[in-house]
């Protein structure tokens, strides 16, 4: 029995790099030591693509390999479809390997018969990231950029891809290694003054490398409170309407998607559950939620799908509540915001999670009287009218502004929106060790105990911005990083 390929295995790899079904063309990725003479084996024009420099095109026909009396004179081979190859020899290639791009049918049957032929050629199908696995490997990328590639294939909106185009581009490469400059000159200025005994030693050698270390904890404090901030772009947040029944939460819920989602009737308790959909609220991906009608119900359906609403309200990233202008502020949503802030839901400073919404503003001015009933984190409501639009520009911008506030970070470091951030749990975990070996190294500084006490702390924090960027790192790291990509990055 064969042995399962791994990432260390060098042979040829192919893989479908496009989605599996009816299109125009799909794309089939190779890469690899003799990839362009074994297509060659199966090309109707042979010499073409031997002889094709990197970074050209060539077209004619894939063809069924032959083997035994197929290769007879009067057997010529079987044409399998027409393709355009993209020949790119090494280094320049995305993998820093001799590789090559088919263009062929986007049916599902040319494609599989594709890859067969490849097979039959040499190549092995590539495992999850290989491509990206062995560019690394071969000095294209760093691990930061290597992570880009995935939340590039995976970004949901326009912010969320210029973000992952910053890493790629080398951005948060070219912080961690500013960082890891400030701790080698301290690290090294330190271990100076350790190959000198105490009389020696120049008692202003020891202060000269506090502000480096300073300077580098302050730049990496910046990019762990980036983390969240970023993830918020990545993965988005969960935004939920809640409100009284007949609130107007579905209007709304359908006025933001821009489509008839969710029924709207005058009949209280029409929505008994909540329902979901995806939509973007500058460069924000959001799933937006409408739920059940929260008022006193005997009947045992309405009371389910409430208690399935609240669940969702209690794991929301931000919420709005709808009041409804035509009623008034009803004793009901008194008791929501009374109730929202003991269970830990509300704030009591900063930014809330918590957006109260007037609605039906074409039919009443939001009172002046509401902002003293609220409770203080909620005393900025917003006027608006989900039936003609009234307010919704305002509404949006507070939901982004709320999310941004939300996720930008702690620890008073400031988050500025060109600045290089981290998106994976990877990079936070490194540079949060990162961080702590800095902190812990300054307190020993500050308490004027020996250098060789500190030298190895500052080490650690060098080690663990090496295997952000790939440095330093291990073969199970790596397979366990890459592994998770999609066949064919």
Same mark, same amino acid.
């Given at each position: ?30 890469? +690899? ?20 420099? +990197? ?269 409804? +202008? ?23 400073? +900063? ?139």
């Amino acid at each position: 029995m064969a042995a399962s390929p791994s990432y260390g295995d060098a042979s040829p790899i192919a893989a479908i790099a496009t989605p599996l079904g009816e299109s125009a063309l799909a794309v089939i990725r190779t890469s +690899g030591p003799d990839t362009v003479n074994r297509l060659a084996g199966i090309f109707s024009r042979p010499g073409a693509l031997r002889n094709a420099p +990197g970074n050209t095109v060539v077209h004619g026909w894939i063809l069924e390999a032959q083997t035994g009396a197929e290769t007879k004179p009067g057997h010529p081979p079987s044409r399998i479809d027409e393709v355009v190859i993209a020949v790119y020899r090494a280094p320049r290639s995305y993998t820093g390997e001799e590789s090559a791009d088919i263009s062929c049918h986007g049916g599902i049957a040319p494609v599989l018969a594709v890859m067969r032929a490849l097979h039959a050629a040499g190549f092995r199908d590539s495992l999850p990231g290989e491509f990206t696995f062995r560019a690394f490997m071969n000095g294209k990328l760093d691990l930061t950029r290597a992570e880009s590639v995935m939340e590039l294939v995976s970004a949901k909106t326009e912010t969320s891809r210029e973000h992952a185009v910053r890493r790629l581009s080398g951005a948060l490469e070219a912080e961690i290694q500013a960082v890891k400059t400030l701790l080698v000159q301290a690290l090294a200025g330190i271990e100076l003054l350790l190959d000198y005994s105490e009389d020696e030693a120049d008692p202003a050698g020891r202060s000269a490398d506090l502000p480096l270390l300073e300077e580098a904890l302050a730049r990496l404090r910046v990019l762990a409170a980036s983390y969240r901030r970023e993830r918020l772009y990545q993965g988005g947040a969960l935004v939920v309407i809640a409100g009284r029944p007949n609130a107007g939460k579905s209007s709304l819920f359908n006025l933001l998607l821009r489509e008839e989602r969710a029924i709207v009737t005058n009949v209280p308790g029409t929505t008994r559950d909540w329902i979901e959909a995806g939509i973007a609220i500058e460069g924000i991906p959001i799933r937006l939620a409408d739920t059940a009608g929260l008022h006193d119900s005997e009947d045992p359906v309405e009371r389910i799908g409430m208690a399935r609403s609240r669940e969702l309200l209690a794991g929301a990233d931000l919420a709005l509540y709808l009041i409804d +202008g035509g009623a008034g502020f009803t004793e009901e949503d008194r008791a929501f915001f009374q109730d929202y802030a003991c269970s830990g839901n509300g704030r009591t400073e +900063g930014p809330v999670p918590l957006i109260p919404v007037w609605n039906k503003a074409d039919l009443a001015d939001l009172p002046a009287a509401l902002r003293a009933a609220l409770p203080d984190w909620g005393r900025n409501p917003l006027g608006i009218s989900a039936k003609t639009g009234e307010g919704i520009p305002a509404l949006t911008s507070a939901i982004a502004a709320g999310l941004e506030a939300a996720f930008g970070g702690s620890g008073g470091a400031e988050v500025t929106s060109g600045a290089a951030g981290i998106a994976t749990e990877r990079q936070k975990e490194l540079i949060n060790a990162a961080v702590i070996s800095l902190e812990e190294a300054l307190a020993l500084e500050a308490r004027d105990l020996p250098l060789d006490l500190a030298a190895p702390l500052v080490r650690e924090a060098v080690n663990a911005l090496g295997e952000i960027t790939g440095e330093v790192s291990t073969a199970e790291i790596l397979e366990t990083m890459f592994s998770r990509f999609c066949v064919g990055k």
